[in-house]
T-cell receptor, first 117, second 114 residues
């Protein structure tokens, strides 16, 4: 059981480049999400998904796209990287009870440290 | 709108002291879920506890205890007899039943000195 995996661990981009951060989970969780963590701040939700084919925006979605074609995978695409997107990115997954809200713990990947020059 | 406030940016104590980390939340939902996570220097996020809004029982797990008070919208975390290995950033987070978003506090950096 690998849990939540993220690739790459580190990435350096130039302004304007695009890239995809990969996230996969093998726990058959319905819910998956992407966060960014900046110094001195908590995690901020970028996008989330409650199941294959369903995605929605979080607090800070601008500049990012997601898709969820399978239960296992939830890639995050940076369309045109900007220095403001320099951050650590975490992917997470969890079960949902179906009653609404996140009522179970989230399992996190190890994070991707992204630097945009 | 939901909000989580962790007013203590950094706390430094000497080993074996007790320490309490504060968490104050805001939500209009009557059903919600509160969480604490730990982020050690290695960077991973470790789940500590989940509490439902309709369960105000306090919880103790070894040296860790949590005090949930709906009247003051607080969910405080106490470490008894702190150890150096407790040094980490601790986050409080909130999810309301009306949505699927987990809102995080800014975190409290806890430094335990030997």
């Amino acid at each position: 059981n690998a849990g939540v995996t993220q690739t790459p661990k580190f990435q350096v981009l130039k302004t304007g480049q695009s890239m995809t951060l990969q996230c996969a989970q093998d726990m058959n969780h319905e819910y998956m999400s992407w966060y960014r963590q900046d110094p001195g701040m908590g995690l901020r939700l970028i996008h989330y998904s409650v199941g294959a084919g369903i995605t929605d925006q979080g607090e800070v979605p601008n500049g990012y796209n997601v898709s969820r074609s399978t239960t296992e995978d939830f890639p995050l695409r940076l369309l045109s990287a900007a220095p403001s997107q320099t951050s650590v990115y975490f992917c997470a997954s969890s079960r949902t009870s179906g009653r609404g809200g996140l009522d179970n713990e989230q399992f996190f990947g190890p994070g991707t440290r992204l630097t945009v020059l | 709108a939901q909000k989580v406030t962790q007013a203590q940016t950094e706390i430094s104590v000497v080993e074996k002291e007790d320490v309490t980390l504060d968490c104050v939340y805001e939500t209009r939902d009557t059903t919600y879920y509160l969480f604490w996570y730990k982020q050690p220097p290695s960077g991973e996020l470790v789940f500590l506890i989940r509490r439902n809004s309709f369960d105000e029982q306090n919880e103790i797990s070894g040296r860790y205890s949590w005090n949930f008070q709906k009247s003051t919208s607080s969910f405080n975390f106490t470490i008894t007899a702190s150890q150096v290995v407790d040094s980490a950033v601790y986050f409080c987070a909130l999810s309301a039943r009306s949505n699927y978003q987990l809102i995080w506090g800014a975190g409290t950096k806890l430094i335990i000195k030997p």
